[in-house]
């Protein structure tokens, strides 16, 4: 089903789904707004040079704001404006958060308050359609005036010049075929779009890069959530753990709703073992095991407050100034600055970072002779010690990932560096930090494949002392799972091509579906 843009209904879930493919539409329901804010634009263009000075549109842009044109020249200013500000450098977005800012920057002009064309949006929504995906530089965002470089890259496609003269189109790929963005869009059957005036500054005034890598890491963070609850009671039945510490009740006292998911997923994977509390002297377990509700708890709940804010922000008008038709109006403000977002995307690189540290400190006790409830040293018999390693090595790399997320981990949005004299003064660096809260994911989503490879083996290494036992059907589940793509350890081997087997089970989401096809998990 196509995705209907409208300007302040669209989910984050919709975004994901055009980001990897989906069609999008706008809707009937917006264009008379649209149309409306850009009569107003067009009213003041027939006023000529006695209009009065209205910033971006007969005036210049950043410390040159009463720097005035004529409003005949808007058309090459709109145009020199997006030309001039595709600057970026550094590898390029990958082509679903490109997809994701197209589909964003659409909803932001359909709101009705930027006044652009209904053309421009329709533009940009058929290059969506037909697979028209512009190459954009990841690095050179200060997250200041929004994504002023990347947005430009993005639109630098679908624009020419007014004059007639041919340059620079920038890059993009249709069918997997790199080209130049005029040559795509001619191939995709699209006409490039003469800007008019005002329509450069809405296409490249926005927060849309920064939400669309913090929106797709929201998603798959919430579902990682669900892969590290299966993951600790893969453990919890490996070495026999304590279940009081995911007792209802216990959690019902600190009324934190994370808290009350975290431990209710548990007990759900937790159906039907024997080996839970197996062990009669287990009164309780350390903190990575027992306070694990309290902290993915915690996460979840902070993920709850970021998701919060990017479901507003996607809906909302990002550029600047902005049309108030009703009251024949033009506003000059600063809802472009990136705070909204790069303040909770570095809160979520803190909560991920954490989640990865939780996975890590199990993993080194399941690697631990002393603390595995004898599971033998790096889970391998004791009489392999010394002659193989085990999966001794699978730990290091966790917790070399688990140390770079610290670094990682750090706020970007501290961080302000003063731009276009001084008028810009200070800065969200929002897209800084939502690549690494991409990055801190990427790591976390290794580390987590690296726990499940790990309590596979545990869970080998403990029926094979107790044939019996009996484990949780999401133990069993993700067991069986993880053991079609990687044999059980009988010896030391190539453990790379494991971790990326598991780590392939984790990102396609074949082992998440595969364990809520028969638990529910929150």
């Not at 971790?499 to 396609?508: E, K, Y």
Request: hydrophobic share 40%; glycine share 10%; charged share 20%.
């Amino acid at each position: 089903m196509d995705i209907s843009v409208d300007g302040h209904s669209l989910m984050l879930e919709q975004v994901e789904q055009v980001a990897q493919g989906a069609r999008a539409t706008f809707s009937e329901s917006a264009r008379a707004q649209v149309e409306a804010s850009r009569e107003w634009i067009a009213s003041l263009e027939r006023r000529g040079d006695a209009a009065p000075a209205v910033y971006g549109i007969n005036t210049g842009f950043g410390s040159l704001k009463s720097t005035r044109f004529g409003i005949q020249e808007a058309r090459q200013v709109s145009y020199n404006l997006i030309i001039s500000h595709c600057c970026g450098t550094g590898a390029p977005f990958g082509p679903e958060i490109v997809r994701a800012a197209m589909l964003l920057r659409a909803n932001s002009l359909a709101n009705g308050n930027s006044g652009v064309r209904p053309l421009v949006i329709e533009s940009l929504l058929e290059m969506l359609n037909r697979g028209v995906t512009p190459v954009v530089p990841s690095q050179g965002s200060l997250g200041a005036s929004g994504d002023l470089s990347p947005l430009s890259h993005l639109a630098l496609a679908m624009i020419q010049s007014p004059s007639g003269f041919s340059d620079s189109s920038g890059h993009a790929v249709l069918n997997g075929e790199h080209l130049s963005g005029e040559e795509a869009m001619r191939r995709a059957g699209l006409d490039r779009v003469v800007l008019e005036a005002k329509e450069g500054l809405a296409l490249n005034n926005g927060v849309q890069f920064m939400c669309a890598l913090s929106g797709l890491t929201l998603l798959q963070a919430e579902r990682l959530l669900k892969l590290h609850d299966i993951a600790l009671v893969m453990h919890l039945d490996a070495v026999r753990g304590a279940g009081a510490a995911f007792d209802e009740r216990i959690a019902a006292l600190r009324r934190y709703a994370g808290h009350a998911i975290a431990a209710r997923n548990v007990r759900a994977l937790l159906d039907g073992s024997t080996s839970l509390n197996a062990d009669a002297a287990r009164i309780q377990d350390a903190y990575s095991l027992r306070c694990a509700p309290q902290i993915t708890g915690a996460i979840r709940d902070g993920l709850r407050h970021v998701r919060d804010g990017l479901e507003i922000e996607i809906n909302s008008v990002t550029d600047n100034p902005l049309i108030f038709v009703n009251d024949n109006e033009s506003l000059s403000g600063g809802n472009f600055h990136g705070d909204p977002v790069g303040l909770r995307t570095d809160y979520m690189k803190i909560l991920l970072a954490e989640l990865g540290n939780l996975s890590e400190r199990r993993i080194a006790r399941l690697m631990d002779r002393n603390l595995n409830d004898g599971l033998g040293p790096y889970l391998m018999p004791i009489e392999f010690a010394g002659k193989h390693s085990g999966l001794m090595m699978a730990s290091y790399t966790a917790a070399a990932l688990a140390s770079e997320n610290k670094v990682l981990a750090h706020p970007a949005s501290v961080d302000t560096i003063p731009t276009s004299e001084n008028q810009e003064d200070i800065v969200s660096m929002g897209t800084h930090g939502a690549r690494q809260a991409a990055q801190i994911l990427s790591n976390v989503q290794r580390i987590l494949a690296i726990e499940l490879l790990c309590g596979a083996q545990a869970l080998d290494r403990r029926r094979a002392l107790h044939p019996k036992a009996k484990f949780g059907i999401g133990s069993e589940c993700a067991h069986d799972l993880i053991r079609s793509a990687v044999p059980t350890w009988n010896g030391d081997r190539y453990l790379a091509a494991d971790i990326d087997a598991v780590h392939l089970l984790v990102t396609n989401r074949t082992l998440l579906s595969e364990v809520e096809s028969r638990i529910e998990l929150g």
